[in-house]
């Protein structure tokens, strides 16, 4: 019952959410002559008189963006509106950038992110267990994010497939997945895959259990995804000439892998130490499969030159280190010294609490290794979408791409700024003005129902001698006198 209550809560407040993202229009105001009241949405949004922060050919100032049916149709100094529905944001004063792109997320997974059983889960998928009612996607739609790469956990050498997705927040989830970026999967090497910090008492414990035991299980599935590979692909000629060819077995954690070896999975790794790095990168060159993204690489500054031949990309934090044994090496110039050498580096938060302040994660690189703007802002807007290969539809503000976007009342990388809107597409999910506003109405609506109720409790002769007050009541199991469950 406890489980089905929340759930329903959850659902209530989701739903709340989602009308007060679909309302909100900020300083949104028709043009003048156009039709007011209730409307559909318009398709055509002027946001003008702006600070535009690109993310990739430069500042903008007094600069306009025009939006039309979800894309970014213009960008430039002084647009004006010619369409008779626009709505007109004026952003006087204030700055727009990228919507931004978290490249490292567990936000909106129901239940457990690991499926920790297996060394090797390859056959698991991250979209199934996308939890759209999760409250923190609200949280990061209030910090500017829009897009996220959704993964797997980090207790399996080869973990499950990853998602990559909007937050389109009162959609059919469906809608969120972004159908044309490359499928992903998630490895993961030395303290988290071999278990060093979480074996229970009594459980036999699971293999592998070093750090060469992890090399030699990733090695052994693409040997089994090589042989696999072949099999079809002999199947496939031999069909061709005889109608009672049999076919292999169907295998799913071995497709993942073959699509891995053909280019059509990226490899996204959780690793920390240099020496793990290198290891995965000598791997790749031996079994013929590329690395997409170093995820954390907190000591890729050791080896940024190996990283960057290999055409990989890291993501990492801007300044978490210490935290256990292999982390004791990070420091918060990782992000900048791997700029410098020709590595695509991106800012995540692997966290749903920092998830929703990564403008000033990003603004770190110019603090630590002295960054450009440019460079900084790129490490959760456009660098990130080039590691998911989304690129071509965001992570910027250029013509013909998604308008995603984020409108701050100051610089972004300003500790003094505040998100006040984030477009997903070209439609508004998050409104500060908007959510102060439904902030007093949803007090106003709980007071008024918690005079309801108390009035009704206390019916024409007053409150009942054996009515208990509105305090929180005890669990059965909590109770001095209670049964043992099942009896």
Known sequence: MKTKAMSSLMLILALAVSTLAQRGQGNAKPASGAAS???????????????????????????????????I???GQNLKPRD???????????????????????????????????????????????????????RQLAGGLTT???????????????????????????????SDAPQGIKFALGENPKQSNFQAPGRPRRYPATRMGVEQTIREAFVRAKDYMREWQEYEAKKATDKNAIAPKRDLMLDALV????????????????????????LGDELGFHVQTLQHVLEGYKVANEIAAHKTAGSTFADSWSYKLEAYDAIPYNTALM????????????????ARRLYLDAAKGMKYGGMSEEQALRTITLNPAMQLGIDKRTGSIDVGKDADLAIFSDHPFSVYTVPEMTFIEGEVYFDRGADLVEREALKKEKDELI???????????????????????????????????GQ
């Open 259 to 282: 699509e891995v070896l053909q280019g059509k999975r990226y490899i996204h790794s959780h690793c920390y130490r240099d020496d793990e790095i290198l290891m995965l990168l000598n």
């Open 37 to 71: 009241g209730g409307i559909p949405a318009p398709t055509v949004t002027l946001i003008q008189n702006a600070t535009i922060l690109t993310a990739s050919h430069g500042t903008i100032k007094n600069g306009s963006i025009l939006i039309r049916n979800g894309k």
């Open 148 to 178: 996220v790469h959704v993964l797997h956990g980090s207790a399996n050498s080869i973990g499950g497939q990853d998602a990559v997705l909007k937050l389109k927040l009162g959609k059919p989830v469906e809608q969120w997945f972004i």
């Open 339 to 354: 700029t410098a050498r020709g590595v695509n580096v991106s800012v995540n938060s692997d966290s749903d609490e920092r």
């Open 451 to 485: 005079k309801r109720e108390r009035e009704q409790r206390a019916g024409p002769r007053g409150p009942r001698r054996d009515e208990k007050p509105d305090l929180p009541q005890p669990r059965p199991n909590d109770r001095p006198n209670a049964a043992p469950p």
């Open 84 to 138: 008779a529905n626009v709505r007109v944001i004026d952003a006087t004063g204030k700055y727009v950038m990228p919507g931004i792109i978290d490249c490292h997320s567990h936000t909106a997974v129901d239940g457990n992110v690991n499926e920790g059983t297996l060394s090797v889960t390859a056959m698991v998928r991250i979209r199934d267990v996308i939890n759209p009612y999760d409250m923190d996607i609200y």
């Open 73 to 75: 149709a213009e960008v």
